[in-house]
């Protein structure tokens, strides 16, 4: 399903906000995410920065961390991918 034009705001609008809660939890490890777009299939695209751009384990991060905790809240969010 995608989203409309009208609806992307107000999902937009949780999921940065989902992204303030999990970024405390990142930037005590010396890294941040930050939201970048999302397409009316559901897709979040985010950029990791500071370590989390480089640690062999952003992906993990990214999949198991990120994308599950506004998977749980926003359930229009298909999956989260980073650039």
Do not use: F
């Amino acid at each position: 399903m995608n989203m409309t034009e009208q609806e992307k705001p107000a999902v937009e609008a949780k999921v940065k906000n989902a992204l303030a809660q999990i970024r405390p939890y990142l930037q005590q490890d010396g890294g941040d995410v930050e939201y970048v777009d999302m397409t009316a299939e559901g897709v979040v695209i985010v950029r990791l920065k500071g370590h989390c751009g480089s640690c062999p384990h952003a992906m993990q991060t990214l999949k198991q961390g990120i994308e599950q905790a506004i998977k749980k809240v926003i359930p229009e969010v298909k999956s989260v991918e980073r650039i």
